[in-house]
Nanobody, 118 residues
Framework: QVHLVESGGGLVQAGGSLKLSCAISDPTVRLSALGWYRQAPGNERELVALIGTHSITNYADAVKGRATISRDTVKNMVYLQMDSLKPEDTAVYYC????????????WGQGTQVTVSS
């Protein structure tokens, strides 16, 4: 099984930066996609950034240009660098990984809170 632990969240001022980290427990699983999602109170969970095969990345329009997802296969880590943070970025951020021929398996972290003050 794959277990994920997020870290790096906290309280930041608008315009500041954070780098979220996600530790992946099992290096033997061939992961198809790794992503960051977020959910704010009253909102649906939404994709923030995704990195898949061939290091192809996708970003939500709301964070495009301000977020960078990256993966370190040696350390079994996935990161989300966020810059120019806005109050609307406030949410719980979750790490997600998927594997299997049809991406039929997935694992979620417990989440890390990001709060951006104005």
């Amino acid at each position: 099984q794959v277990h994920l632990v997020e870290s790096g969240g906290g309280l930041v001022q608008a315009g500041g930066s954070l780098k979220l980290s996600c530790a992946i427990s099992d290096p033997t699983v061939r992961l198809s996609a790794l992503g960051w999602y977020r959910q704010a109170p009253g909102n649906e969970r939404e994709l923030v950034a995704l990195i898949g095969t061939h290091s192809i990345t996708n970003y939500a329009d709301a964070v495009k240009g301000r977020a960078t997802i990256s993966r370190d296969t040696v350390k079994n880590m996935v990161y989300l660098q966020m810059d120019s943070l806005k109050p609307e970025d406030t949410a719980v951020y979750y790490c997600n990984v998927r594997w299997g021929w049809l991406d039929e398996y997935e694992s979620w972290g417990q989440g890390t809170q990001v709060t951006v003050s104005s």
